[in-house]
């Protein structure tokens, strides 16, 4: 697995993260990078490819992870503030109970919301109603500070249903 992020810039975030994708594919791959195609529920992928990838972008920064396996990214600007009633729509009761202790919730929250949509990006199936029924854990490896985000990457083999 590759995983890079930088600054936007003066661009947008979707373009961005395409020249992102692009750079990473001919490093770690050594081809230009082939088409990508969008499946029903919008997941994009690459066509004739064995390599899978995922693009995140907040106000600022775009991270893009590249694999072999189905993977799925999300982040997060650290300063960004959530609405603490979100946490009674999306944290399962063993993630509330988690959230309800943090010292910091809505760093808490940050945390496993960018798990879900990580989550959501790897399996395609998007964020459907609520996603309120995960056991993410505060303490999940898969979270990381990156260049003052929190990032998350899920693959397929290792994602919590």
Known sequence: MFLEGREIGDTTGHLAG???LAEMYRR??????PPIRVTERGKPYFEDSPWYFSISHSKRHVFCVLSQTPIGIDGEELDRKLNPK?????LSSTEREEYEQASDRNLALLKFWVLKEAQAKCTGEGLKGYPNHTNFS???PRV??????LVAVVEEEDHVI
Not at 28 to 33: A, D, K, N, R, T
Not at 86 to 90: T, Y
Not at 144 to 149: D, K, L, S, V
């Open 18 to 20: 395409r020249a992102l």
């Open 28 to 33: 770690y791959v050594g081809e230009e990078l």
């Open 86 to 90: 979100l946490a009674e729509k999306i």
């Open 138 to 140: 505060l303490s999940d």
């Open 144 to 149: 990381r500070q990156m260049q003052g985000c």
